[in-house]
């Protein structure tokens, strides 16, 4: 097989099932690229000595090697071969310095964004929410520590702890940061980037905190109290809380919504693997207050694109911290975070009975070990109805908290 090597073809060239194939580059005689079953690829040139032999001398593995390093030394072993001599040795010496020098010129950011290009933005077991926030995280870690332009191989030890000391009380921001630049740096590693990971000369004592997990559960008062004040607030962003307090789905989700995804008929919220955090595809059955406020989105939004799409930009909702202040602020409420509702949904559903890992699986959380394989699927199919159930009895129970006539209807625990 004949093809012009491009680093865009040989990144793509498609993998075999089996064994290797080997493709001859149009342009240089002689370098054949090897791409194995394994997806490994390596240079190689052929061509025959002055006995009239075929001999083969390996130039190396790509990318490690590059198009150029490779195309250059099959030009000048092609000859090499065809005189009778073996300069394989001084090849393998001159393409390591070609190599070294390549890297010593390739900046952290140039790096970065290879790392994005190559690996992460193709990853198709990651959502486009994680895989925006991986870009977020790197680009904001390579300008904290500096390093945009600095030589990738001079990016060590003291760049990560001067990353996590700019972070120096936000334990979760630092390990996020420093747990992409990790990530990022196994990557170069693995492509013979840099020798070694920096990031694993950290110290327990010197790597940030795990956050102590929250407990943090809205009481019925603060319920009915954001309830009210979203009322107050209206429009927008008065029905996304409301809708945030019916629906135990994680803020981002709620906020990337889309019609396409919404079945006020069959009263159900489908949610694609690669939209939700765990990649594992989701549903919620939506209630009858739950459609009362899709219903008016959706004369507010002609029924297309996001469900809480920006009056002013027409894309997702920004300034969390701003709207959950100023629902604070209405309602003299303190101390509690948008995430503290799911947790809130569970410990007011177990209190009526409800099963936890039935409520485990309505929060979409990943898999153990007891809802993998075969139970999992019954999890997740034979379960709806019990589902369904669980949630009408939360949206009772929501509306007991903040109707007042329902505030002293008795409670039906589920069955």
């Known amino acids: 097989m004949k093809a012009k090597l491009t680093d865009s073809f040989i990144r793509n060239v498609k993998v075999p099932d089996t064994g290797r194939v080997m493709i001859t580059d149009e342009l240089q005689p002689g370098l054949q690229l090897r791409v194995t079953d394994k997806g490994a690829r390596s240079f190689s040139v052929v061509g025959r000595g002055p006995d009239g032999k075929i001999v083969r001398r390996t130039l190396g593995r790509y990318p490690a090697v590059s198009l150029k390093a490779a195309r250059e030394g099959a030009r000048k072993q092609s000859q090499a071969i065809k005189d009778g001599q073996d300069f394989r040795r001084e090849a393998a010496e001159r393409l390591a310095a070609e190599r070294a020098e390549e890297i010593n010129r390739l900046t952290a950011g140039d790096a970065v964004a290879r790392y994005v290009s190559e690996y992460v933005l193709p990853n198709e077991h990651w959502s486009d929410k994680y895989r925006q926030n991986i870009q977020i995280n790197l680009r904001k870690a390579v300008d904290e520590m500096g390093v945009m332009e600095l030589s990738l191989t001079d990016v060590g030890r003291r760049e990560l702890l001067k990353l996590i000391e700019t972070h120096r009380g936000k334990n979760g921001i630092a390990r996020h940061r420093l747990g992409d630049m990790s990530r990022f740096f196994d990557w170069c590693v693995e492509h013979e980037l840099i020798k070694e990971n920096p990031a694993h000369t950290i110290t327990t004592r010197q790597r940030p905190k795990a956050p102590t997990a929250r407990s943090r559960v ?28 019916l629906v135990p789905a994680r803020r981002g989700e709620i906020s990337g919504m889309t019609w396409e995804h919404v079945d006020l008929a069959n009263r159900r919220w ?15 059955h939506l209630t009858d207050e739950a459609i009362h406020i899709l219903e008016r989105r959706e004369q507010a939004t002609g029924g297309g694109g996001l469900v809480f799409a920006s009056e002013r930009s027409g894309g997702e909702i920004k300034g969390w911290s701003q709207i959950k202040q100023k629902l604070q602020k209405l309602t003299g409420t303190e101390g509690w975070t ?65 109707t007042p ?11």
Not at 348 to 355: F, Q, Y
Not at 372 to 381: D, F, H, K, T
Not at 405 to 415: D, N, Q, V
């Open 218 to 245: 809205l009481t019925r008062e603060e319920i009915k109290a954001i309830w009210v004040a979203a009322g107050e607030v209206g429009g927008l962003i008065g029905d996304y809380v409301r809708f945030w307090l």
């Open 270 to 284: 489908e949610q694609p693997g690669k939209l939700t955090k765990n990649n594992e595809s989701h549903a919620f």
């Open 338 to 402: 948008w995430h503290d509702m799911r947790r809130t949904f569970v410990s007011e559903l177990a209190e009526a009975g409800c099963d936890i890992d039935l409520l485990d699986g309505i929060l979409n959380h990943r898999q153990a070990a007891s809802r993998g394989g075969v139970l999992g699927v019954y999890q997740r199919s034979q379960r709806w109805p019990a589902k369904i159930e669980a949630m009408e009895t939360w949206g009772r129970i929501v509306g007991r908290m903040v």
């Open 405 to 415: 006539e329902a505030l002293a209807a008795p409670e039906t625990a589920l069955g």
